[in-house]
């Protein structure tokens, strides 16, 4: 499963030429906003249970196993 910000990075990396400037600037954006889309999941996953606060480490878990991601 892919959250919709990496199916479009995915999407911008395979169909645009990467030589031209215009292409680097949108995967620059949107590499910019994984991070922020993961904060909004997190507060989402939150709000979700009976937490003051995300349990970071279940969370990340979560994230990176059902999003194929590497820690970061």
């Known amino acids: 499963m892919k959250t919709p910000m990496q199916e479009l990075l995915e999407w911008v990396r395979a169909t645009l030429p990467m030589d031209l400037d215009t ?32 349990p970071q480490p279940r969370f990340k878990n979560y994230y990176n196993q059902t999003f194929n991601t590497k820690e970061k």
């Open 23 to 54: 292409p680097r600037m949108i995967e620059q954006k949107i590499e910019s906003m994984l991070e922020k889309e993961k904060e909004v999941m997190s507060q989402v996953y939150a709000d979700g249970g009976d937490w003051d606060e995300v």
